[in-house]
């Protein structure tokens, strides 16, 4: 800006050096305007990140306001902690004598929660009761190593009466145990309503309002005066249960994904052993043996194609022919499979795998084509000059140094399978499935699936257990983009 | 080295660093108006560094810093006030791989005046032929000013290049191995070009190609990777002299062969 | 030379039996390994383009079969009442009883409809309708009271397919227009959003920020691209919607709209729009920033005038692209835009795009031979044929910018 | 990457023989004076002479510098090769020509301080030889002529005929009278000398042919 | 052109096309053994398609057909029933930018052998002793066999590479401007290495480097594009012969700048 | 790109040096011999000498053709450059003094014929310094020895006196019997010739001071 004016030189052509010095101080100012503007730009899509995260967050971690459909104070007069562990047994007793499928109901508590019997134990003992054969408490429970009163053991195990189910119970929980069986199986506490933590932390006067509103509203319905709606509490959505529960469309705060994960691991690994082998030789085929020749032009321009079809269009494809039109073969009766009871036609596990492989095998072809077409010819030359074969290039040379990107590039397409919704939504996955998938032939459900039906239920809570299930979708999601990175960087730094 | 002749360039007790480690250490030279002075010295001793320094283009690389002072007519071009977008017009440079702009060859050229603040179109095709005929360039592309620049042969691209550089009238032309991506006739065609283009301009040129030192400089400077692998200048004289009788032994070494 | 002699008496035995001793043979060698593998590769290659065949025969064969089809509508009054109501009736009879007084008009000797269920009428006395059951392999049902008598309609021609703006399957008006209005106007808000702040973002990364930055920041775009798609239809529903409906006012923004939906597209495209903008710009060569920084640029021209040019095919590509995944999207107006197949362009009202309409019948366990099964893939076709368009242009874009460096 | 730039190289090749033809006219006219000198007895004429030579040395160096500069930076190849080191011959020859040249001037000093001791007829007949085969010789080195060159070799044995005529001569004037060998002496040494000339000639033919047809072993003989 | 030598490859009427172009025009040469022969010409001069032509590297490039015989040994390389995987093992190469596989050096080396069935590990030990010792890198590395090969510096990596093409113990090394991507001193001695190496190979040298054709080889080859662009080979003589006295007045033209 | 290939070059100029040595030493044994020939009127070694110099000639065309192949394959620049060429120039005055020792000894011939004009003393004399010359002048060429060559230059004169003394010692020969005017004459050629030998290694060392100085203006006089 201070420099000498220009002497020697005439300048016939540009503006003057004043005109320019002028110039010059303009086209900085510019220069740092536009600077902020794109800075904003980068901030502003950060920021978007940040809301989407706080958006699931929020709804993960709530406050909850709860009522007891049965109100304790009905139950007993003291407060239920207080109660001995005779006093809580009654009260199991009397609840469950009171309503009409209470002793099928204990008895599902004992064979299940007590007793840990698998559906055949449980098939078996129905059998052979059925058969007129006696199956005795003592015979089962000393079987399990549980504690059963002395005197039910040569009792039938299903003809037992609520009382002596209710005794059972008792004999095996302590005093604690049993009040916790007390306040779930009887008291049954239900959540109201549920508002995200900045709202309770920032805005607590709608809260009240609304609590008030839902206590009056509950009162009129249950016709009880006496009714409360307990003040806000704190509850993580993000649960154990998430893990090991199936799906309650019923009870929010009850419901699990446990199906839900197990059908995505079992789709995502089928899907991987049909894509990776197909995905990786269509590239090699392609890169490495037909370069440039007129089928692999063919291919290419499909493959480009195919990789900027919608998912959902795949899904048509996948539900037309895997599922309609092979059902033989996807329902698994083609191998004399599959003829349980949780078949679902074509609607299979192996149905999605397919699908789902047709629509990440060009994701993986252009990742592994750009991760060979990467290895430098250099390389190939000098194999292809020491008299090595073709193969002998590929095998030696040009997969291990493209080893790391084809695998970065398939676990983004796993990671893109793994979130993938709309597919399976028309292939027909089933929402409300509460059976574990068991093979290939199964029906089954995944997680994102599962957040979709979370999300489209009426009832609000439904929500939090949505943002839950994100939040674990999530975490699996980041780990693979996180597999992804490490692998990339162990492998780029052997390579160099 | 004549003392009495107008320096276009002098560097005083010259450093540079790239983060901690000096690339460049203590360089003390005179360019001389209107005369080709070439860089010569094997791979890293710091010629290149040493040039991108005379523009400020190594502002650009992050972490990097000079020390010392390069006068340009009495100024100090590291000094505080001192603007290198300015310095830049008027200290040009022409890379080691030709780099025309992707767009017409008219555009090429117009780039410079354009941002400089010159929208007369008439005025801008004077100064297209003008750069063009004097990087001889014109009668080649003269009914082709739209078709890329990209589309022409390596040495035209290159100058083309020159042609740009020579549109934003820069007093010292700074050349970065012009011809190392070029065959050897086009390496001609420049070298000559180069020696058209003294009669107006000061040009620097770092090369890695000793011929061609001898062959078009007027003045040479040799470099040396030093302690701490700093490069230092080892001797600055007529090349004619560098090339004949080399003061410094570790010049002859070099040109001779002897070295390392 | 003296190393050279050394090298020579101590030459070791040879290892590798030297060439000039043994005898020359370079014929050729079968090779059964090679040959092999190379089928297997030529398979792997080929399954890309059953795939392709597969779509085209799928689609267009399911989708000539919605044209074959003729549809079938209520039996409705000239004030679009439905008139024509069964009572119940079981699987055995043959003949249907109309609630009296209704005055429906059942055609003779036509096909009508109950459910799924074919039959034709016989004959009509009053009320009483005798009718042959269980035609066209469909099953005999039994079907409750109160079940609509549909009448079998004209076939939908493309003609009306491409251009009725009316989709309302149960009285047999099929106009795509309805959903394409919907799935244009969430695709261009998205491309609204995205498109501006994706490029100023590729910009700052490539052209500004530090390397150290950069790294710490392209991850996490990328991260935000790899977001499944329903996180972003939750985050549209159970987030935006309300702050919009905040802003403007909850009588003018349903819960269910395509503001909504279309700004969290945008969100969920920027980073593919700023991630591909950025490779596309740091793709240009450093040579041209020098260049033009050597002419004495500052860094704005040198961003705007040299680099963005020169990227620009990369940048038009990254766009068209943005739109091929705008329109084929999903689960986020699944979720957020509602399920209202109407003509619209108003941002602000609830509406169905094509892709959110052939997941809402897809939830419905559709039976194969329904229309509403056939349309679906009427409209994957119609999905596929504009994605296609836009793909291929998309990659004619950025097959320029290859050129143009190669 | 590397091919000689030829606008420098034809630029110092037209150099070196601008300066070559420069030297050759300095040498023949230096060849001309003594010889007039030597015939007038003028003394101011074979000072001029004397004086020159520093000129034409000086000439030698240029082009030998010259010559050293092209090499070392230029690195010609073929025949630009050999025409650049034919040069530095040349004006070595050509300097020791003048030399030659200056050496009979110093002794036309010293004959022009006595009478002449005969009518001069041999001596001025093997300069008028000696410069017609110079003019020659340069002439084949500019236009690069092999026959011209060849023509000029075959020419040395007239002036070496005369040398050995006037040594003749002159021996008859000393045996007559003692007071000629002085004189007679000098004249000798002078005959001597542009043997000599016509010798170095020879050699710059010699450096042509070689310097046309790449050829070392031309048919020579001192 | 001793006729008396062995010749350890001679070019019969060698056309070289790539699709429809020809490339390479009715080259006949004798390469003769233990002799370096260089390939000199313009750029697009077709030097390296026939350089590559010598161990059917140009049938990795796609539609590239020959016509005409190269006989080593007597045999046509390009005879019907002729295996080029064998061939290239025999009629090994060097290529413009040093290659190593991004593998430890003794893998590097062992690769070769290893394909050709060696498995041995005492005797690849030895091959990769006796071949980076012919290559002039055993005292180097030897102490770090297991390092990466791409650690090394450009220059060794290149060396790196003529050892790994001695570890399959060719006849005839083609060397494809082995230079051009390093720097001054490193050419030096991969020169020097080349002159050594003769003593037990053939060696045949694209450069585009003319002093580097006149430093090493004992016979140069010049081509040029003729007709239809097509390169032809104008003369084949002894390396001296060439620069001091070529037969062809285009010869003298390139290498005296005149060309073009 | 382009360094000069130092193993070839010092290998080249190795050779050079190798035929350089070999001519001197040969052109010594030259000198020596016709001496020799001439004290002893030895016609066969006389013969000797003569048929020699078609070696030495060979010796000079081959240092020739290497010099020049260097030049134009190795591009020397610096030192290397001025080596090769000064080879050049030596071997030239080299072959040259072995021309004249053959000029002297075809004088022996004839001398043989006739008996001895007086003893030879200044002859065997001016050879002897001029051998010395000859050594270390190539001496102070191979050790690159500037003083050496200096001090060689200097001693020119010496020789130059002896023959100017020669001369006038043959002159009264002749002058006092026209029969001693042949062997006299032939005397005074092979004075003449050794004047011109020692006038030659001084080129010979001046060019040496080129050669490590490059500096082309060496004080020099002819």
Known sequence: MSLPENTTQTTQFLPNEQQMKKNIRRRNRQAKFWQYVFLFSIILAMFSLLMLFFSIVRQAFTYVAIYDQVNPATLSDKPLEDLSKEELGNIIETYYTGIRTGRNDLRTIVFQDVLGLSINEQDSIADRERAKETVTVREIFEDKGKAYPSALAEQSIIRLQVADYAAIIEENLDQSGLYDFVIEKVVQPLIVDSWPIDQYLLDRDTIDAEIAEAEARLRVEKDDPTLEVSEPEFRSWIQWHLLTETIDLSRPEDAGLRTAIIGSIWMIALTILIALPLGVGAAIYLQEYSRGGPIARVIQTNIDNLAGVPSIIYGILGLALFVRALEKITSGSAFGLGAGGDTANGRTILSASLTMALLILPVIIINAQEAIRAVPDSLRQASYGLGATKWQTVWNHVLPNAMPGILTGTILAISRAFGETAVLVVVGSITRITVDPSGPFSRFTVLPLQIFALITQPQAQFRNVAAAGILLLLAILLSLNAAAVILRNRFSKRAV | MTSNGKYALEARNLNIFYGNFRAVRNVSMQIESNKITALIGPSGCGKSTLLRSFNRMNDLVLGSRADGEVLYRGKNLYGKDVDPVEVRRRIGMVFQKPNPFPKSIFDNIAYGPRILGQRNKKILAEIVEKSLRQAALWDDVKDNLKKSGLALSGGQQQRLCIARTLAVEPEIILMDEPCSALDPIATLRIEELMRELKENYTIIIVTHNMQQAARVSDYTAFMLMGQERAGELIEFNQTDRIFTQPADSRTEDYITGRFG | MANQQAVATEQPTPVVTRTAEEQLDLRKKTRLGETVIQAFLFFSGAISILTSIAIVVVLGNEALLFFRTPTWHEIRDDNEKIIALATETSIEATTLTLPTGTGAKVPVDAKIRLDNEVMRVISVEGDIVTVERGLEETNRLLHPIGTHIQEEGDTISPIEFLTGTKWQPHIGQFGVLALVSATLTISLLAMAVALPLGVGAAIYLSEYASESVRNRLKPILEVLAGVPTVVYGYFALTFITPILQGIIGKTNLGVYNMLSAGLVMGIMILPTIASMSEDALRAVPRSLREAAYGLGSTKLETSTKVVLPAGISGIVAAFILGISRAVGETMIVAIAAGARPYFTFNPLEAAETMTGHIVRISTGDLSRATIDYNSLFAIGLTLFVVTLVLNIISRQVASWLREEYD | ?222
């Open chain 4, 1 to 222: 990457m590397v091919l000689p730039n030829r606008t420098i190289l034809d630029q110092e090749e037209n150099e070196l023989r601008d300066n070559i033809l420069r030297m050759s006219d300095l040498t023949d006219k230096a060849i001309d004076r003594c010889i007039q000198s030597l015939r007038t007895q003028n003394i101011e004429l074979a000072r001029q002479v004397i004086a020159d030579d520093q000129k034409i040395n000086d000439l030698r160096y240029i082009v030998e510098e010259e010559a050293y500069k092209v090499l070392a930076l230029q690195a010609p190849a073929a025949r630009d090769m050999r025409k650049v080191v034919v040069a530095i011959h040349i004006a070595v020859e050509l300097e020791r020509m003048a030399d030659h040249a200056a050496g009979i001037a110093k002794l036309c000093v010293e004959l022009a301080k006595e009478s002449p001791l005969k009518p001069l007829v041999d001596i001025p007949r093997m300069a008028e030889i000696s410069r017609e085969m110079l003019r020659d010789g340069i002439t084949a080195y500019m236009d690069a002529n092999t026959e011209l060159a060849a023509i000029v070799v075959e020419r040395d044995n007239e002036v070496d005929e005369l040398d050995k005529q006037v040594y003749r001569e002159l021996l008859t004037y000393m045996l007559q009278d003692a007071r000629n060998i002085n004189r007679a002496t000098y004249l000798l040494w002078v005959s001597h000398n542009m043997e000599r000339i016509a010798d170095r000639i020879t050699n710059i033919c010699e450096r042509v042919l070689f310097m046309v047809t790449g050829n070392v072993r031309q048919n020579e003989e001192d």
